[in-house]
């Protein structure tokens, strides 16, 4: 029989911890990544319309989302919206008459249990 101290379990709690909150920063940075690599560029007003939001904060621009992990609290729920007040967010996304759309958005999320997978990967080696 295995016999366990507190101060063993306490530290394994804690390693824990700080691996789970770290995968959560690097999936949910990743995701946005690649959601913003398939957003289509005419002018870039589209990409710069990214906006992220969540319980610590908010954070709006091409590169809001390397923010996420500040505005992120474990457990917490990080939403990312583009071109709110642009018109043609909804046509960029899923088409429009003969125009296909980019879907940038289904192609990111249908990414997340492989971004999940490397972002684990990742935090194992970051933090043994």
Do not use: C
């Amino acid at each position: 029989m295995t016999v366990y101290k507190f101060s063993e379990i306490d530290r394994w709690t804690s390693k824990v911890k700080r691996r789970l909150d770290k995968v959560q920063e690097l999936a949910v940075r990743e995701v946005f990544e690649v959601a913003q690599k398939g957003v289509p560029v005419d002018q870039g007003d589209l990409k710069d319309s990214l906006a992220v939001t969540g319980p610590g904060g908010s954070a709006k621009g091409s590169k809001a989302h390397l923010k996420a992990s500040t505005i992120l609290r474990p457990g917490g729920v990080v939403r990312g919206t583009w071109g709110k007040d642009a018109p043609y967010v909804l046509p960029a996304h899923y088409g429009e008459g003969r125009r296909e759309g980019a879907f940038w958005i289904d192609r990111a999320a249908v990414q997340w249990p492989r971004i999940v997978a490397n972002a684990t990967l990742k935090a194992k080696a970051m933090l043994p």
